[in-house]
C-alpha cells in the first residue's frame, strides 16, 4: 500500500506493508514546498504545489512532471478532474480565478466570467491570505454544471460550463473549504464551512445548516462516496467529515489543540454518527481522512501536527504510522490493483468504527465566523 501524504514541506510518498512496523519506507518529493491538494483517477495522480504549479505522476508518485506554472501568475488551490471526461481539469487560484484544461493539462485557458462576478467586492482576506477558489466540484451527471467554493467569499454555479456565473449564497456560510455533489441525487450539494455543515436540496439554490452535534463546528475536511457494494444497501451517499470545536486562530491559542472529531453519514447527510477515535492522543487538527479502498474497515488520517494514523476494525484503535512530519494538507492511498483514490466509506460502515448514539438529524441556517 502506499499512501501520498501532501504537507507543508514536500511530498511523502510512504510506502508501508501491512503489519509490519518496520516494513515502511518514505520517500520525500518537491523538497521544501506545499504540496497543497492531491487528486487522483486511473490515468493517474495531480499534485498542486501552489508556488510552482501542478504536477502529474503515472507511476504511483515514483516521478513527476509539470503540466502547468501558476496559472494567470497565481498561485493554484485546487483542482479537480471531470468525473465524465478525465481529460477535463478544473483549477483554481489565489486570488480567486478558475481555469480549464481540455487536454490532460497540457493547455489552459481562464473562465473570464468569474473573474468578474459584480460581487467580489464582498470577498475578504484573512491573514496573508487573500480570498482565493478554495474547492471546485462537478455534477457527475450534468458535466457543464460546476460548483466553485470561495474561500473567503461563499458558493458560485455555472450551468453552461463556466461562460457564466450565479453567487448562490442563500443560507450558507461563506467561509467554504469543500464542495461535494451527492452522485445519487445531483440536487443536493454538500458544503464543509467555517461555520458548520450546510446541505442544499435545490443544486445551491437555498442552503441550511445541519443542526444536531454538528452545529456550529468547524469543518476541516469531508469526502463523500456512493452506496456500498451490498444489493441490500439504500440508494444514499454516505460521508466521512472532520471537524474542530473552533476556528485555527482560537486553536492556536490553545497550543494548537484543535478538540478535532471524525463524523459518518450513511443517509447523505440527514444524520451523523461519531467515528471512535481510540489511541488518538493528537491535539492538532484532522486536515485529512481516507479509507483504503482495498481494505476492509481501514482508514488513514492526517494531521495539522504533522501525524498519520492507521484505523483498524477489529481492534478499534488507530495505530500511529508517521509521526512529526510537516502539517498534513492532503491524503490519498493508492494501491498497485486500484489505481484510484478517495474514501471508501462502505469499508468505515461495516467496521464497527462508530461511537456513540446516531446524532439527531435537523437544519438551520445560523453560522458564525472569526
Request: glycine share 12%; proline share 4%.
Amino acid at each position: 500500500m502506499r499512501i501520498l501524504a501532501g504537507t507543508d514541506d514536500g511530498l511523502m510518498v510512504i510506502r508501508w506493508i501491512e503489519g509490519e512496523r518496520s516494513g515502511r519506507t518514505v520517500e520525500k518529493h518537491f523538497d521544501g514546498r506545499q504540496v497543497y491538494r492531491l487528486a487522483a483517477t486511473a490515468d493517474g495522480i495531480w499534485a498542486v504545489v501552489p508556488e510552482e504549479g501542478i504536477f502529474h505522476s503515472k507511476n504511483r508518485g515514483d516521478s513527476w512532471e509539470r503540466v502547468a506554472e501558476r496559472l494567470g501568475g497565481a498561485m493554484v488551490r485546487s483542482l479537480t478532474v471531470s468525473p465524465r471526461d478525465p481529460s477535463v481539469i478544473y483549477a483554481g487560484t489565489e486570488p480567486a480565478a478558475l481555469f480549464v484544461s481540455y487536454n490532460d493539462g497540457a493547455d489552459w485557458e481562464e473562465l473570464p466570467e468569474f473573474r468578474v462576478l459584480g460581487v467580489r467586492e464582498s470577498w475578504r482576506d484573512y491573514g496573508k491570505r487573500s480570498a482565493h477558489v478554495e474547492t471546485i466540484a462537478c455534477d457527475p451527471h450534468e458535466p457543464r454544471r460546476i460548483y466553485a467554493g470561495v474561500e473567503i467569499g461563499g458558493v458560485y454555479r455555472t450551468d453552461d460550463g463556466g461562460a457564466s456565473w450565479t453567487p448562490i449564497n442563500e443560507g450558507i456560510f461563506d467561509d467554504i473549504h469543500e464542495l461535494q455533489v451527492d452522485p445519487w441525487d445531483p440536487s443536493r450539494v454538500f458544503a464543509a464551512t467555517g461555520g458548520g455543515l450546510h446541505i442544499s436540496r435545490d443544486r445551491g439554490l437555498h442552503w441550511r445548516r445541519h443542526e444536531s452535534e454538528l452545529g456550529e463546528l468547524y469543518c476541516t475536511r469531508f469526502d463523500l462516496v456512493s452506496r456500498g457494494e451490498d444489493v441490500s444497501d439504500s440508494l444514499q451517499s454516505r460521508l466521512v467529515l472532520a471537524t474542530a470545536d473552533s476556528t485555527p486562530s482560537e486553536w492556536n491559542r490553545r497550543k494548537g489543540d484543535a478538540r478535532a472529531r471524525l463524523w459518518l453519514s450513511t443517509d447523505a447527510g440527514d444524520t451523523w454518527a461519531p467515528i471512535q477515535l481510540s489511541g488518538i492522543r493528537d491535539k492538532g487538527a484532522i486536515t485529512d481522512v481516507t479509507a483504503d479502498p482495498a481494505s476492509e474497515g481501514t482508514a488513514v488520517i492526517g494531521t495539522s501536527s504533522g501525524n498519520l494514523y492507521y484505523g483498524r476494525a477489529a481492534d478499534r484503535k488507530w495505530t500511529r504510522l508517521m509521526f512529526g512530519m510537516p502539517s498534513i494538507c492532503s491524503l490519498r492511498v493508492i494501491r498497485t490493483s486500484i489505481f484510484r483514490a478517495g474514501i471508501g466509506v462502505r469499508t468505515i460502515l461495516k467496521s464497527g468504527l462508530l461511537d456513540g448514539e446516531r446524532a439527531a438529524g435537523g437544519t438551520g441556517d445560523r453560522a458564525f465566523h472569526s
